[in-house]
């Protein structure tokens, strides 16, 4: 018999035996029913506690899941961020190929009469030099001459030429040339130094004498807005990409000569730390607001006006050092100035068969 | 329409002489072990122009009362509708569609007003024998009725089609001419509980695996100490399966055996993968207000006239649940109904009723399912 029934018999009629025969089925009918509604209610119980303990476990599962997904966005995101940069340094490249090809077809194309021209002008000055001794012997004899007549003509002639003042603008001529031929023999060797000498490949490269044909490439943007401040350390050789890091210190030279609005000064420093070789490029412009100086390596993110930036230079740049296994800071005071600094790694790590693009 | 009822009790025997002695029809619900040929002739000699129609069941209803262990008679005397009865062997669930088909064909077509079907309950696809039916009956013809019972056993299951009973077949009456007027209502009362399953592995209506695992250690778990009353106590928790994003369309199924060496679970309908499946469970007061739905459905489906015989095919899992208050929800269709509407029928595996008089015709599983019939 049920228990709590036993109990309710026993406390309201004192005793089982007390029930008469003809109610026997109805209590047992009663337990029955006692019985049934408590098994009724365990089963129910049960089901509650394991659904409980079933949708506990699925809500974690789905909280693991949504956690997994967020991490496969994020590495999605990076992803394709990664591609991004990847495609706009491509682009760059592939420009910056162009332009190089270009410029050295162009350089090619103007050493051969340059050539000439230099070696003609040495030519020339060897014989305006003899004709000038001849001219010089000529004047020697000329008091033989008598007075009057052939010597009157001599000399007018000689006024009217401004003799002496040719025979000292003469040379003073041919050494300006000499001069001019061998600063466009200069520009043209910057050029293919600066364009692709390298054409991708490691080397052991003087970062001065990149740094040197970029400033004299970059020359025409600077010249008016500013004064350049060379402060070379000793540099080591550094084993990198010559044409990109040139691409680097060329984004970063044009950068401050915009930051400059009127006349400033632009220092190029380098130097050794550690296991470092590093390049300043300081300017005295009008600074980047703090709260942009996280965006400035993003792809696209400029402060120029349009047409004016591609808003790709420095995520082009950031991108070439961190392929150099290096990294650049930039320290900024707005109306003061920036100053970027490219860290390079004297012993590289990067896999640089990988990076042959 | 003239309807008497009598009810034969064991070291008793027939409680009632029989006095409609020309009643052409005799509905029998009994006891699977009590349905035998000698009791079937006696009911027979007693209505010798009847054909008898029914099977074994999982308890009898007689009026507002609910029995187990008896076999309860319903002798009809129709007035202007004519009947023809037809069976078919079913041998095993793939058969299902073809006998459903086989069966309806041997029905003549003109004058078919209603078809009541009766089936074997194990061992048979309610929804294909369903399907079956419905493919080769006339247009407009509804078909109301169930699967045959065997008390909480699950073992042997019979149908009576005026003969002998038979353990693997299915049955069908139908009710021929105008003035017959035909209702049917059909509600369950459960409550879906805990998450929604994908059924990623099934055939037909077996199923093996919920969301991957097994769906049978699923019950067992849900179901505790309940476990070892498999399968009558897996109609505890019957499945609601509707289709991704079809959640209100859901269709019932019920629990007919399980088979632990493959792990697998027969229901009485399909189970089809890729469909969702939910748990439910009973909730008491739902449960008879179902039953009180369903005979408003049914006398809805009547317009006019009073409704004079009411079939009621209800499932088994009911009974497990409601136990002694089971015929709480007898009551609450005798209210819907009137006291002078004759109440029979009978606790089955398994329902057949379209889900509303306008909807197409199913299987159901865990529901009251009522058929109610009067003559103009």
């Known amino acids: ?357 | 329409m003239q309807i008497e009822q009598t009810q034969w009790l064991p070291g008793t025997g027939w409680t009632k002489p029989a006095v409609l002695t020309d009643a052409g029809l005799v509905l029998v619900f009994g006891g699977t072990d009590l349905l035998t040929e000698d009791v079937l002739a006696d009911l027979q000699r007693r209505y010798p122009r009847a054909l008898l129609f029914g099977g074994s069941t999982a308890g009898e209803i007689l009026g507002a009362g609910v029995y187990d262990d008896s076999i309860v008679a319903t002798a009809i005397r129709f007035a202007d509708t004519r009947l023809h009865i037809a069976s078919q062997p079913v041998p095993d669930a793939a058969a299902s569609h073809a006998a459903g088909q086989a069966l309806a064909a041997r029905l003549p077509r003109e004058d078919l007003a209603h078809v009541l079907v009766l089936t074997t309950g194990l061992d048979v696809n309610g929804t294909e024998l369903v399907d079956g039916l419905k493919s080769a009956l006339p247009e407009g013809v509804d078909l109301t009725g169930g699967l045959t019972g065997d008390g909480a056993r699950f073992q042997r299951t019979l149908v009576i089609a005026d003969g002998p009973p038979v353990e693997h077949g299915v049955a069908a009456l139908g009710l021929y001419g105008s003035r017959i007027r035909i209702g049917h209502g059909c509600l369950g009362g459960w409550d879906p509980f805990g998450p929604d399953r994908l059924i990623t592995r099934s055939r037909g209506n077996v199923l093996y695996e919920l969301d991957g695992h097994s769906a049978l250690d699923l019950y067992k778990q849900y179901l505790g100490e309940h476990a070892a009353q498999l399968p009558a106590s897996a109609l505890l928790f019957p499945l609601a399966l509707h289709r991704e994003g079809e959640a209100d369309a859901a269709l019932v199924r019920a629990v007919l055996a399980v088979n632990e060496a493959d792990q697998s679970m027969t229901f009485a309908g399909d189970v089809p993968e890729g469909q969702y499946a939910r748990m439910m469970r009973a909730n008491f007061d739902r449960l008879v207000e179902g039953a009180s739905g369903a005979a408003r459905q049914a006398r809805f489906g009547m317009a006019e006239s009073r409704p004079q015989l009411a079939l009621l095919i209800s499932c088994v899992a009911r009974k497990l649940v409601l136990a002694q208050r089971i015929e709480e929800e007898v009551e609450g269709v005798r209210d819907v109904l009137g006291e002078e509407t004759v109440l029979a029928g009978f606790y089955s595996y398994g329902e057949i009723s379209p889900y509303t008089p306008t909807a197409r015709c199913e299987l159901h599983n865990q529901t009251m399912t009522i058929t109610t019939l009067s003559e103009d």
């Not at chain 1, 050539?115 to 014989?127: E, K, P, Q």
């Not at chain 1, 990198?240 to 930051?259: E, I, Y």
């Not at chain 1, 220092?267 to 996280?294: K, N």
């Open chain 1, 1 to 357: 018999m049920h228990p709590l029934l036993e109990r309710q018999i026993r406390r309201h009629l004192g005793d089982a035996t007390a029930i008469p025969e003809a109610m026997h089925a109805l209590f047992q009918a009663i337990g029955e029913a006692y019985e049934h509604a408590d098994a009724d209610r365990r089963l129910v119980e049960h089901a509650l506690d394991q659904m409980s303990r079933e949708l506990t476990e699925r809500n974690r599962e789905l909280q693991r899941q949504l956690v997994e997904k967020q991490r496969t966005e994020a590495e999605q995101a990076a992803l394709i961020k990664r591609l991004e940069e990847a495609h706009n340094q491509l682009l760059q490249s592939e420009k910056m190929a162009s332009i190089g090809q270009l410029a050295a077809g162009v350089a090619h194309e103007i050493n051969n009469p340059i050539g000439y021209v230099n070696s003609n002008l040495a030519s020339l000055r060897d014989y305006v030099r003899q004709m000038l001794a001849v001219l010089d012997a000529y004047e020697r004899a000329e008091p033989l001459l008598p007075d009057g007549g052939e010597r009157e003509d001599v000399l007018a002639a000689k006024r009217a030429a401004e003799l002496d003042y040719l025979k000292a603008d003469v040379v003073a001529l041919l050494d300006e040339s000499s001069d001019g031929i061998a600063r466009v023999r200069r520009i043209v060797q910057d050029l293919k130094d600066f364009s692709h000498a390298d054409r991708g490949e490691w080397v052991l490269a003087d970062l001065h004498k990149g740094l040197d044909s970029t400033l004299n490439v970059v020359n025409n943007e600077i010249k008016y807005k500013a004064r350049v401040e060379k402060l070379y350390g000793d540099l080591p050789m550094v084993r990198c990409l010559p044409s990109q890091l040139n691409q680097v210190f060329m984004n970063l030279l044009v950068n401050a000569a915009h930051a400059i609005d009127k006349q400033g000064v632009i220092t190029v420093r380098t130097g050794v730390e550690g296991d470092d070789v590093w390049v300043e490029v300081a300017d005295t412009g009008c600074g980047i607001p703090e709260a942009l100086l996280t965006r400035i390596f993003d792809p696209f993110f400029t402060t120029k006006p349009v047409g004016k930036g591609t808003g790709l230079g420095l995520s082009i740049s950031y991108g070439i050092v961190h392929k150099h296994g290096g990294h650049i800071e930039v320290k900024s005071e707005p109306g003061r100035g920036t100053v970027f600094r490219v860290n390079l790694p004297l012993h590289s790590s990067v896999d640089e068969d990988a990076d042959h693009e």
